[in-house]
Every structure is written in structure tokens, then in C-alpha cells.
């Protein structure tokens, strides 16, 4: 592991017990991959690491249950020191006494060489639980989590809960929380998303990363997850309608009409059953503005002029302060 490489990167360490369910919230959110075709994962032998750039350069690294990360030829120290964020995945549907003992030690070591690490539980698998039992459960691992750090007496440390499944949107909705706290420009981009909103007649707006649909920002007001849902989908949708006239567009380029023009900028706009408009708008590094409008008694056509206006004023604001911003993957993701 080479950690000079990842010194300067917000690196998101992915730990806990084996069969919890890490690799495959790496390959369903970063990758895509069908939330059922994880049920043939092959158990995680060694570290990975994965490095995404949104708008800042992100690494994900997943450490296999198996491995002792204490043990003297391991450089625990080295990694935790360069870690923004420590994710520990539970089980809710195993017996996860054994796994709260174990993030314990960990969070005692972590918390020891890097106190300005974040740490996030993520409480797993709870499709499988009923609604009461999912509040029994988090409650339950909240409490016993506490107890164990008090033991340890680390009682002051602030550890983050979520309740998690690959098979809704509720883990791309935790990672989206747990990315944006490694964001430094966060609450300036909290602000001019506000400022967009106010402008704009726009009820909701999120900074999407296109490809793993985490949101990188989104204004003030609170998060809905049903509000979220939907423009995740837009984002989908929107970007496989735009995918078939990408063909068509390589077809011309063959044929030699297109001549120099640079890539046409992905927007798409659609009207809710619910008289609200859905606006998606390309951004830089591969993000995508995505805004609920509802135009009450403004005609829609003017509305959108107005916030098509808006939008390019904010995407300027971002290029300007993005600009001198390294953005190292090679992908270019
Ligand atoms: N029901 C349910 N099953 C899940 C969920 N996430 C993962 N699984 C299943 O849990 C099993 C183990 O997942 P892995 O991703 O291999 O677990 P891991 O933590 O990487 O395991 P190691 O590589 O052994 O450390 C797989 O069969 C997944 O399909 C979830 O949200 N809900």
C-alpha cells in the first residue's frame, strides 16, 4: 500500500467482520453492478483500493474481515493516519455483538493516531429486518456501541449511524453524507446552491456525481428520501437517453460531419404528475446539477429560461473555483 500516493487523496477506510457486506457496497455503488449479482462475491482476501474523482480525489479502500490489522509486521499506524473517514459495516442480520467489540478496538486505535478521523457505522442488511425491528436494532447497536467506547473510555468520540442496503437507495444516500463531510468547500457550495434555489424557483437541488449518483452537495433545506430517489433515477435516465445519441453522434463523426464541436453538454427536462419540473444540467468533473421546480403560476417556458440562465451563472462559479484544482485519476472518472 503505498501511502504516499494516497496522502494527499480523502481516503474512506471500509472495515468490519467478514461476509458484512463491504465489497459489495463497493461494486454496487462504485461500479454499478446489479445489488443480486453480489450474492456470488468471492470473499475479500487482501486490501483493495479504488480512487474516484469527483470534485475532490477520493479513495476507497475496504480491508478484508479476516486480516489483523494489529498484528506487528502491519503498518496500522500509516494507514489510519491517512484516513479521513473509518466505515464500519454491521451485520443487522447476524449476531453483531463480536463486530461491536471489534470496531471498538479499532476505533480506540484509530481515534489514538488520528483524532480528526470521521467515524461511520453503517447498520447493514436492514432489508431484511421490519420496520420495528430496524428501530429496535439501531437503537440496540447505538447503545451497546456507547457502552463500549465508554468502557474503553472514549466516550467523547462522535461516531455517525446510518441504516443501510445495497438494495435501495439508502447506501448511495449514506455515502453520499459521509463523502461530502471530506469535502472542504462544502459549506461554500451549500451557499451558492441556496442562492441558486432562492433565484430560481426551485424546491430541491443535489450535485450528483454521475456515476456512483452519490451527492457531492445539496442546498440547506432537509433531504427527503423519496426526493432523492427520483432525481437519482432522472440522473439514470437522463444519461442513457443521452448514451444512444452519443452513437449517433460517433456514426457522423465517421462520416465527417461533425467537424470540432465539442461534446454536447447533457440536459434533460421532464414534467412530474405532480405539476413539479425535473432539471438536470451538466456540470464539471463529471457532476450533474439536478433541481425540482415547481413554477406555480409562472408559465414553464419562462421559468426555465430563468433558471437555464441561473444554472450557467452557477457552473461558471464552479469552473472558476474548481480551476486550479488538481484532478488526478487517470480514468478521468
Ligand atoms: N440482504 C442483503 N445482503 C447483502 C447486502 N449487502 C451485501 N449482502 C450480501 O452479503 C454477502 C457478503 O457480502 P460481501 O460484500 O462479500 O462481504 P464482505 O464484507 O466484503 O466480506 P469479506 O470479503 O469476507 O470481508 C453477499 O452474499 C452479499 O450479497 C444488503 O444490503 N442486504
Redesign the pocket.
Known sequence: MNSEENSDKATILLM?L????????CKVVFHNMQ?LD??Y?E??SNPTMEHFSTLIDLAVM?L???LNYFEPNYDSERLFKSVGALVY?IDS?DEYMNALTNFAIIVEYAYKVNPDINIEVLI??V??LSEDFKVDTQRDIMQRTGEELLELGLDGVQVSFYL????DHS?YEAFSRIVQKLVPELPFLENMLDNLVQHSKIEKCFLFDINSKIYVSTDSSPVDIVTYETCAEFVDVTIDLHDLYKIQGKEDALAGSTGNKPPPEVKGVSALNNGVVIYLRQMIRGLALVALIRPDDTDVESCLTVVDYNVDIFKKGLEQVWAHARITSPEGK
Open positions: 468490519g467478514r461476509r458484512g457486506g463491504k465489497s459489495s457496497i445489488p453480489t450474492l462475491l470473499s475479500t475496504e478484508p474481515g479476516q459495516v442480520q447493514h442488511k432489508d431484511g443501510t442496503s445495497i438494495f447506501i
